[in-house]
């Protein structure tokens, strides 16, 4: 269990942070930048989950949050392979984390019409904030695939990413009236 008696170190003046692994990286780094991001996006989540207040969508996005603090230890934990199966010391992102994603976005996907436009990210509060926290999220796959482009990145963590900006943009759809309060897009309504 994380214990944090003192919020401030000073070990960071110095323009680095450290790792799990004890390592220290500089906080402009790939792996950092990736880490900030996560944690923008669980922000973002945790925004419209207060929008929700309770039920069974708010209590997906908390869960969401908890699987995004593994996902930003399994990015501050450099692989030095392409071994990404949990340890003792290592928490990573695993399969069923993924798999609850989408068995998650199959059971809201089934309430709603198919798209025949692209719609804006509006329409309630509730809706809006899960857009905002959809797109914060695709930042953070930016930056995490930037992150794997450079060093050894869990695939699982990328899929999770992925599907996690999927679940977002079903749940606005469900919480926009299940699509029929979507804002549709008019491509050229305004020439």
């Known amino acids: 269990m ?10 960071g003046d110095d323009g680095t942070t450290g790792l799990v692994d004890g390592s220290r990286v500089a906080k402009g780094s790939r792996r950092i930048e990736a880490i900030g991001k ?3 996006a669980n922000s973002a989540i945790g925004l419209a989950a207060a929008a929700l207040g309770s ?8 869960r ?7 996902l930003g230890a ?5 692989a030095t392979d392409s071994n990404f199966e949990p340890g003792e010391m290592t928490l ?13 976005i199959d059971a809201l996907n089934e309430s709603l019409e198919p798209l025949t436009s692209f719609v804006l990210p509006g329409g309630s509060e509730a809706a809006a904030r899960a857009h905002v926290a959809r797109a914060s999220t695709r930042a953070a796959e930016r930056a995490m695939t930037a992150l794997a482009a450079a060093e050894p990145t869990n695939p699982a963590a990328l899929a999770y990413i992925n599907r996690l900006s999927d679940y977002l943009f079903v749940l606005a759809r469900v919480l926009n009236e299940n699509g029929a309060a979507d804002v549709r897009w008019i491509p050229g309504a305004n020439r």
């Open 74 to 78: 399994d990015i501050a934990t450099p």
């Open 2 to 11: 994380v214990k944090l008696n003192k919020i401030y170190t000073r070990t």
């Open 38 to 40: 996560v944690d923008e």
């Open 55 to 62: 039920g069974a969508h708010a209590d997906s996005l908390f």
């Open 92 to 104: 990573r992102i695993v399969k069923s984390q993924v798999d609850w994603l989408e068995h998650a």
């Open 64 to 70: 969401i949050q908890n699987d995004l603090f593994d």
